[in-house]
């Protein structure tokens, strides 16, 4: 936990047992593992893992990360145990707090191994939460979808604030899929996607809140005017 202004953190790897012996969801407690109250924090090569609530929380103004690690906790037992601001299923991977006006992420990824379920249908309904702010960005972030093909349906619903496609796996699921953003501007969002299922097919979608294109695309560099 950082309470101080002014730090710049480099290389952390935060992380909770949640595979092993002797770990278990009830075993080993844990609900945040990286927060951020001071001002003008910057993080270079971010690692925060597996922990039952959100694995990182945001308060602080100015903040800014370049490179993000992250798997989810592997071992949610219950869905509607674990749930979010009382109905939104799980907990962000990256929350930024609801009063932040600046802050910037760039290089993040997430990936979902709900693999010790206890045979429960575990969704994440967003891996960022972020302000509806204009001075929040975030920049190339990526879920992937990693889970066993045998097991209970489990996936990630969105990317951030309930935009852009999700992943499944297990009974029912599309299988490994990777999706990737490249720019969310908000609260005027207007986002550039690219994601791949899984197979050779790809798309750019250029949304904006309440309307989206699809694309089939070849070309790999876009360049997109934001009128903000």
């Not at 609900?31 to 109250?37: E, I, Q, S, Y």
């Not at 693999?115 to 960005?137: R, S």
Request: proline content about 3%.
């Amino acid at each position: 936990m950082i309470h101080i202004n002014n730090v710049i953190g480099d290389d952390f790897w935060v992380w909770r047992a949640d595979h092993g012996d002797g770990v278990g969801w009830d075993l080993n407690k844990v609900a945040n593992g990286f927060v951020v109250n001071g001002d003008k924090v910057i993080m270079y090569g971010l690692l925060v893992e597996h922990f039952q609530e959100y694995d990182i929380i945001w308060r602080g103004e100015y903040g800014k990360t370049y490179f993000l690690q992250n798997e989810k906790c592997y071992d949610p037992q219950n869905q509607d145990e674990w749930k979010s601001h009382g109905t939104q299923l799980g907990y962000a991977e990256y929350k930024v707090s609801n009063n932040v006006k600046n802050h910037y992420v760039v290089g993040l990824g997430s990936y979902d191994v709900f693999i010790y379920t206890g045979g429960a249908n575990i969704f994440l309904d967003n891996l960022f939460e972020v302000p509806d702010q204009p001075g929040v960005k975030i920049e190339n972030a990526l879920i992937v979808e990693i889970t066993t093909d045998g097991g209970p349906l489990v996936g990630f619903n969105h990317i951030c604030n309930g935009i852009g496609p999700g992943t499944t796996g297990g009974l029912g699921g599309k299988g490994f899929a990777k999706k990737f953003l490249f720019l969310i501007v908000i609260p005027k969002l207007i986002l550039l996607m690219y994601y791949e299922d899984g197979s050779s097919q790809s798309c750019f979608i250029n949304q904006e809140k309440g309307h989206q294109t699809s694309y089939d695309q070849r070309l790999m560099i876009i360049i997109l005017h934001l009128n903000i």
